[in-house]
């Protein structure tokens, strides 16, 4: 099952719109669950888009480009925003163009390989920080409308940086690994076993800290989730390609 998800992930060849149909909408709403779970400080959606970027041919991207405008169109709906101004179009839509710039330009119109040395994690990495940097001062324009001075400006362009950072390093390498095959062996259950303990904490915690207002609710979901992080980094043992993924 997961081989012939990814290969149909990366087929190239003309036709099947069926099939990618599907993958649009599972993709939707897999950003939806995950834009659930986020915050400025670690947004999940970024992971999945730079994943699925990875790991699909060019001529495929504008399936995944619909399938992440078309979540960011419900949400912005559901919120009441409007989706024909230059905000939505920013904030919405650029990012994932930007995305899928640096990555064509990193990786190449065809699917890269599994990560099969440091090199190709490095150039991975590398990616999504070049992303995620050339994003968060075109989300600082558009979502802070308060005054600030330079530190004020340059700490809040970083806490974007940062959120799509940890949710490119948190989820984008475990996607990866997953549809290739490598989280399906014997020796990994541990680590199956740890995620879910990370995943129950990391609900916890956003339920806990809902209530809660300003920085106290922003550093308290932090702190709770690197515990939660940490704890099941020591307590398993994960494969070495897996660690650096997840025990931020």
């Known amino acids: 099952m997961v081989s012939q998800t990814l290969a149909l992930l990366q087929d190239s060849a003309p036709g099947r719109r069926g099939h990618w149909a599907a993958i649009a909408l599972a993709v939707l709403l897999a950003w939806l669950a995950l834009e659930q779970l986020s915050a400025q400080l ?15 041919p060019a001529r495929r991207w504008g399936w995944l480009g619909a399938a992440e405008v078309g979540a960011q169109a419900t949400k912005s709906l559901v919120l009441g925003y409007s989706l024909f101004s230059t905000t939505f179009l ?17 990786r190449g119109p065809l699917p890269a390989p599994v990560f099969d040395s440091p090199i190709r994690m490095i150039v991975f990495l590398l990616t999504g920080l070049l992303a995620a940097a050339a994003v968060s001062p075109l989300l600082w324009m558009f979502l802070v409308t308060i005054p600030m001075d330079t530190a004020e400006t340059l700490a809040s362009v970083f806490a974007f940086l940062y959120g799509d950072l940890i949710g490119q390093i948190v989820l984008a390498p475990l996607l990866i690994a997953g549809l290739h095959g490598l989280l399906h062996r ?17 609900l916890g915690s956003s339920c806990c800290c809902r209530p809660m207002a300003g920085w106290r609710r922003t550093y308290c979901c932090w702190l709770s989730r690197r ?14 390609w897996a660690r650096p993924a997840w025990a931020w």
């Open 42 to 56: 670690w947004f999940l959606p970024a992971g999945l888009r730079l994943a699925l970027l990875w790991l699909t």
């Open 90 to 106: 920013a904030v919405c839509v650029a990012p994932w163009l930007i995305y899928a710039g640096v990555v064509y330009a990193l």
């Open 186 to 202: 014997r020796q990994h259950l541990g680590l199956w076993r740890d995620l879910g303990l990370v995943l129950v904490g990391a």
């Open 227 to 240: 515990c939660f992080s940490l704890a099941s980094a020591t307590a398993g043992k994960a494969p070495r």
